[in-house]
């Protein structure tokens, strides 16, 4: 009986430290999956982001990638997401960022985020990218996220078919726009496609105009609260946005900024002003440029470039840290840069890219980012913090709908004095 009490513990032994040793190493042993957080959950945006997990994948068969998306563009809804799971200490792997304002001012001036400068060092790769885009990613010398490209916000998407068949040219400047914008209004057709069921969108068209008044020299200044918003040249940029609302398509709070691009292709309004993730819309839908849609700087901003960028980050506490290095190293990577640009319409943020693999639109924004003059957006997080974007959306909101310029300028103004750069 003893004996059987003895064997008996022993074989309870045996099994615990077996158990336990097992758990040990599973804590131990590599993670096996890694979460990326984005808002990319259609068109040429989740067919660039599947390029580059099938780059992943390729290189690491065993880690299985969570891809984490939350619906809206620009982030409207994802980064809402983002900071519950963040501030209950329950961040993703990583997640998509705009470099500039977005990453510094929310995530790592708040002791969020662990530096990744060991990354591109370790890879060689700190002189690979232009020096204003290391500057915009780094906080107190260190670097807090790998971008992954360069996208545009000041095109104009354009209707060939609708120009050539109006025996129109597209615009250069504002004044050219409403000339043409007059022609088509009378044909019936909207010349301005507008899809601002996200407030964002109308933000990011009064980028655009707001440049193409005042230059970049003095949107830069705008933008750190230097230049006031009763300024003559601004008052005339949100002039001739509400002008500009008199051109537009009639469902246009009701469209997503995707489908304003698509009116263009599909030949039902003649121009569209939005990022060029619209080229990848495009792509994805099979639209042919310089048959279905063409491109332009929107008017009065040739010469000028306005810039975001998409990073990924390493927040502190990522569950599968080793796995977010081997990702940040991708997105780092000429490879990973040239398997996801190319599809999502974006150039990339590396100076090393392998233009061969670019369309003729995407080769021509190579060649703007190398010579125009470049500013932040601020539809985008790139320009300004995010509370003073937030205040910008909910003025545009109403704005765009009461067309009221002295009631914005006033607006614009106290929020401009209110989150701008004290120094
Ligand atoms: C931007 C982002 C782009 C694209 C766009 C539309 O903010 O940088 O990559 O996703 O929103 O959603």
Redesign the pocket.
């Known amino acids: 009986m003893r004996k059987r009490i003895m064997v008996g513990l022993l074989v309870a032994l045996v099994a615990t430290t077996m158990l336990f040793a097992q758990g040990a190493q599973e804590r131990k042993g590599p993670s096996k999956t890694l979460e990326i957080f984005s ?2 959950t259609a068109g040429g ?1 989740a067919d660039g982001l599947q390029a580059m997990i099938n780059e992943f994948n390729r290189q690491y068969p065993d880690i299985e990638i969570i891809n984490a998306t939350v619906a809206g ?3 409207t809804n994802a980064k809402a997401v983002l900071a519950t799971r963040m501030q209950g200490g329950n961040p993703p792997d990583t997640f ?1 960022v ?1 470099a500039g304002h977005e990453l510094i001012d929310t995530w790592v001036v708040s002791g969020f985020m662990e530096p990744v400068t060991f990354i591109l060092k370790d890879a060689g790769f700190m002189d690979k990218y232009p020096a204003d885009v290391i500057d915009i990613i780094s906080y107190n010398g260190e670097v807090y996220s790998i971008p992954v ?1 360069i ?1 545009r916000s000041n095109v104009m998407w354009y209707s060939p078919k609708l120009f050539a068949q109006f025996n129109l040219t597209p615009p250069k400047t504002i004044e050219d726009f409403f000339k043409v914008a007059e022609v088509f209004k009378a044909n019936g057709i909207p010349a301005l496609a507008l899809g601002d069921n996200e407030i964002w969108a109308a933000t990011h068209l009064l980028e655009s105009v707001i440049l193409a008044n005042v230059g970049p020299d003095k949107y830069r200044d705008l933008w750190q609260g230097k230049v006031k918003w009763n300024d003559p040249q601004v008052r005339k940029g949100l002039t001739d946005y509400t002008k500009m609302m008199g051109y537009i398509n009639r469902d246009h709070a009701a469209l997503a ?1 995707m489908d304003a691009a698509g009116y263009v292709a599909e030949g039902k309004a003649a121009m569209n002003v939005m ?1 060029d ?1 619209a080229a990848g819309y495009y792509y994805s839908q099979g639209f042919k440029q310089g048959v279905d849609w063409d491109w332009a700087p929107a008017p009065g901003t040739t010469g000028s470039f306005i810039m ?1 960028s ?1 990073s990924f980050g390493l927040p502190k506490n990522a569950p599968n840290r080793d796995n977010v290095i081997k990702w940040l190293t991708l997105c780092a990577s000429q490879a990973g840069q040239d398997a996801f640009n190319p599809i ?1 319409g ?1 150039i990339p943020s590396r100076i090393d890219g392998d233009r061969s693999k670019y369309d003729k639109y995407l080769n021509a924004a190579m060649d703007d980012f190398a010579s125009n003059a470049i500013v932040a957006s601020v ?3 790139a320009a300004v913090s995010e509370p003073w974007l937030t205040r910008v959306n909910d003025i545009m909101s109403v704005f765009t709908t009461d067309l009221n310029v002295d009631k914005a300028i006033a607006e614009f103004q106290a929020a401009a004095d209110r989150y701008a750069p004290k120094n």
């Open positions: 808002w990319w945006e563009g620009a982030g998509q705009h490209n996208h900024n990022g993730w975001l998409d999502k974006s539809a985008h997080g």
